[in-house]
């Protein structure tokens, strides 16, 4: 298969997992706002797709999301083929991605430097 191919189902899954996720999960246990598909990796013939999820918050909260989303796999993976049209589709794999957090307690800590700098010179 292609390269080519392989990246644009990857980018695919990736906005139609964002919607299904945002439009179509009823559980309460989710928060939506904090909730984002960053990445999706697809092997080469399509049957396995790594989907890298950031959830903003604690610990607890990080789990309970990725068991929420571990659960309802199988309803992911069909509303998948039913709006992508594939003959067969992929297999979910979940992962938790902290990249998002990360970059936020980078710029947080920069923020804080930035600002002591600028308190030295006032002296």
Not at 32 to 50: G, P, Q
Not at 51 to 79: F, H, P, W
Not at 105 to 118: F, G
Request: charged letters at 35%; hydrophobic letters at 35%; zero cysteines.
């Amino acid at each position: 298969m292609s390269k080519r191919r392989q990246e644009r189902m990857s980018v695919e899954i990736k906005k139609v997992l964002s919607q299904i996720i945002q439009d179509n999960i009823k559980d309460p246990r989710l928060d939506f706002s904090t909730i984002s598909v960053t990445r999706v990796d697809v092997t080469n013939d399509l049957s396995h797709a790594k989907v890298n999820i950031s959830v903003l918050g604690d610990d607890a909260k990080q789990d309970e999301t990725m068991k929420v989303l571990q659960k309802a796999k199988g309803y992911l993976r069909s509303e998948l083929a039913k709006e992508i049209q594939l003959r067969y589709a992929p297999e979910l794999e979940f992962r938790l991605d902290k990249s998002i957090e990360h970059g936020i307690k980078i710029a947080s800590l920069l923020e804080e430097l930035r600002e002591s700098e600028s308190n030295k010179g006032d002296f």
